[in-house]
Every structure is written in structure tokens, then in C-alpha cells.
């Protein structure tokens, strides 16, 4: 459990961390208010890109915490910046660092019971973290490159996958 969640969450946010460094790069190139890519979005009601990494996030330091029996940090949600979103990932990478093997002996097994929207769900950490968690992560991940590829930004594959 732990091989399957923690270095893979870490990785991805390392890689999003990379997206979005040429993003803000591409944002100075182009003359282009940060703000633009910031609080862009696929369609209208969806969430801002600001939003979508904060999600990642939530879902990346979440998931390992629920499954290895610890209390989930609440962050404020108040960035505004790509430094601010650097950091807000970094804090995620540190927080999974503490984590090992050891914590999550068992969780496949053990009861996840949590609120998803407005449902009330409760499963086994397997199914929790295949079926709710990596999903929802990388649906957020991906719509955070989806946005910023939408808006301009020359990325591919290699980029989202981690390398520079």
C-alpha cells in the first residue's frame, strides 16, 4: 500500500511542480499576467488551476494519512501565486516524506469512512485508495495540465510524466 501510494503521490507532485515552473516561465516569455493561467479553467464551471493543485494536494497528503490511521493537515487554501503553489506542493513532499512502510501495514484492509461531496463513504483502504483516492488525484493533476496546455503553454508528455 504504502509503494502503490506515497512515492507515487510524491512523484506527481514533483512533476506538477515541473508543469508548472514552465508555465510561469512561458507566462514571463509570453508577457502574460500570471493571474491568466492562475485562474484559468477548461469550461466554466469548473475549477481554476489555482483550485485543481490544491486538490492534488488534498488528495496526495489525504489518502496516505486516512490509510495510515493519522489525522489529515487542513491547509488554508489561500494561494494566489506560483510561489505560493511551489510551496503549498513542497509542504505536500515534506509531509509524505514522514511517512513508511511500516504505517501502513494492514490498510489495505482497514475501514476508510470519510465524506465524499455530499455521500458518506466507508470501504476497505484498497478499494479506498484505487477506487477514490488515486483517481481523484490524477483526475486533478490532469486537468491542472489540461488547463495550461488549453491556455498556451508548450508542454507534452515527458513534462507531465516529470521531465524537464
Known amino acids: 500500500m504504502y509503494d502503490v501510494s506515497v512515492p507515487v503521490f510524491s512523484e506527481r507532485l514533483k512533476a506538477l511542480g515541473i508543469v508548472l515552473a514552465k508555465a510561469e516561465a512561458n507566462a514571463v516569455e509570453r508577457k ?6 492562475l485562474t484559468a479553467r477548461l ?3 469548473m475549477l481554476t488551476l489555482t483550485s485543481q493543485v490544491q486538490i492534488a494536494t488534498d488528495s496526495a497528503k489525504g489518502a496516505p494519512c486516512r490509510l495510515a490511521g493519522r489525522e489529515v493537515p487542513r491547509y488554508e487554501d489561500n494561494e494566489t501565486t506560483f510561489a505560493e503553489l511551489h510551496a503549498r506542493l513542497a509542504k505536500t513532499r515534506d509531509l509524505l516524506a514522514t511517512f513508511t512502510p511500516a504505517d501502513f501495514e494492514g490498510s489495505d484492509e482497514r475501514t476508510i469512512a470519510m465524506k465524499l461531496g455530499s455521500y458518506d463513504i466507508q470501504m476497505p483502504g484498497l478499494r479506498y485508495l484505487l477506487d477514490v483516492a ?3 488525484f490524477y483526475f486533478h493533476v490532469t486537468t491542472a495540465y489540461a488547463i495550461l496546455r488549453h491556455n498556451g503553454v508548450p508542454l507534452g508528455k515527458a513534462n507531465f510524466l516529470g521531465r524537464e
Open 43 to 45: 469550461a466554466p464551471d
Open 134 to 136: 488515486m483517481p481523484n
Open 32 to 37: 502574460i499576467d500570471p493571474q491568466t493561467f
